[in-house]
């Protein structure tokens, strides 16, 4: 998995996650990701079910590519459902892809809305049987809230999920715990940003995060780092301001 500065440069043939801290950010990344579609003349469809979301995709449209905010598409629910297989793609999702041989920019942007503890397993199943597809022509964003990730569960999902996809974008939004949980996701990627190794150095000097045992690719969150993580999702964004 290679890092990727902006949605906007994601390759043809991408499979690629979007870690984001705020609704704001995620939507300046789909901005970026359809402004790329724009650049290459791809055809493009975004699966939301949130009315809020879409609002700010169109905010951040007007900026970077307004004319593709007919990319838009409003579902009812998420844009995968279960079967006896696991996890699939909507029949709308699929006649999108299938109708665009070429190459296409998708993204479904549900997943945020339906991962906790209890779903991740099949959400990480989900992405491995997305990632056998390839090779294909698509462009693909899988777009994760690192404030929605169970926090004991993070190592072994950043695992799963760096190996099933070809590229990564990192959050760059403040939020202390966004900041630290995204450091796991380092040890998987070919060519990470040099903070990014400083930081996680740092964090293995302060006893916070340790290499997988028996030398198992990746890191894992300590005790200590485990508790460090909950402390600071509950502290807020340092971008709000502090009340008089």
Known sequence: MRWIASAEDLPPGSHSIDLYASRPEAARHMASFLKGAKDRHQAAAIFSGDDDMIRLYREALTERA?????????????????????????????AFASAHPEGATMCGDTIPSLLNRRTLSSVLA??????????????????????????????????SLGQAHTHVIFSTDPQPASQFLQLLVVPYVENP?????????RAVDEGLIEERPNGETGMDLTPRGEVFARALKGLPALTQPTPA
């Open 66 to 94: 307004p004319e593709m905010v007919s990319a838009l598409r409003r579902i009812q629910r998420a844009h995968v459902r279960p079967t006896a297989e696991g996890l699939r793609p909507i029949d709308d999702v699929g």
């Open 193 to 201: 940003p040099k903070e990014h190794l400083g930081w996680l150095a």
């Open 126 to 159: 989900y992405e491995d049987w997305f990632d056998t597809l390839r090779p294909f022509y698509h462009r693909g964003l899988c777009p994760y809230d690192l404030g929605s990730f169970p926090v004991a569960e993070a190592p072994d999902a950043f695992a």
